[in-house]
């Protein structure tokens, strides 16, 4: 069983920050990559951002510049600093670790937490 729990959301004025935190406890083997998306209401979940084991990442472009993936690995732990925001960065958003058994990869994805960027 893993839980993940994230903090760190809520109401911002467009061009404050916010910082997500994502926390992975449970029967955690090998994390393999972890990463946070977005979905905003009548719209499709969306990618924000990802990072891997040696820590590559990649963003979605409407992001670049602007947020930043970073991960403690003693503490399983994946954050997402968010800087500059806009109003079109409101949505809810949810962490998703992927963690290694063997050769498969299982995701797991944390409850959602709300970001609003009010103009």
């Known amino acids: 069983q893993v839980q993940l729990v994230e903090s760190g959301g809520g109401l911002v004025q467009a061009g404050g920050s916010l910082r997500l935190s994502c926390a992975a406890s449970?029967?955690?083997?090998?994390?393999?990559?972890m990463g946070w998306y977005r979905q905003a209401p009548g719209k499709q979940r969306e990618l924000v951002a990802g990072?891997?084991?040696?820590?590559?990442?990649n963003y979605v472009d409407s992001v670049k510049g602007r947020f930043t993936i970073s991960r403690d690995n003693a503490k399983n732990t994946v954050y997402l600093q968010m800087n500059s925001l806009k109003p079109e960065d409101t949505a809810v958003y949810y962490c998703?670790?992927?963690?290694?058994?063997?050769?498969?990869?299982?995701?797991?994805w944390g409850q959602g937490t709300q970001v609003t960027v009010s103009s």
């Open positions: 449970g029967s955690i083997f090998t994390i393999n990559s």
């Open positions: 998703r670790v992927g963690l290694m058994r063997g050769a498969n990869q299982y995701d797991y």
């Open positions: 990072i891997i084991n040696g820590g590559n990442t």
